[in-house]
């Protein structure tokens, strides 16, 4: 089996950072896309933003020049960076990958809370 443990997420204030992570553990043959969601109270979830194994990103609309995305693929891991923080980024944040033989995983979700 494989796992996904995000870690990272906090509370900020308004204009702040924070850098996610999650680390993808387990019986690794390949990942292909990995990619971070969000979901705030109320809504659904959503892609904010993703990284294929190779290839360019892709970020949400309301992401774009603000957040980073980036893999490690020798340590089987994916980093959001989250500059100039809004209230409105405040969710829980979900880590995603595309495994090979076992498709795709979610993480538990780490708390992102941005204080205005």
């Known amino acids: 089996q494989v796992q996904l443990v995000e870690s990272g997420g906090g509370l900020v204030q308004a204009g702040g950072s924070l850098r996610l992570s999650c680390v993808a553990s387990g019986s690794i043959f390949k990942i292909y896309s990995m990619a971070w969601y969000r979901q705030a109270p109320g809504k659904e979830r959503e892609l904010v933003a993703a990284v294929p194994s190779g290839g360019s990103t892709n970020y949400a609309d309301s992401v774009k020049g603000r957040f980073t995305v980036s893999r490690d693929n020798a340590h089987n891991t994916v980093y959001l960076r989250m500059n100039s923080l809004k209230p409105e980024d405040t969710a829980v944040y979900y880590c995603?990958?595309?495994?090979?033989?076992?498709?795709?995983?979610w993480g538990q979700g780490t708390q992102v809370t941005v204080s205005s």
């Open positions: 995603n990958a595309d495994f090979a033989l076992f498709g795709a995983k």
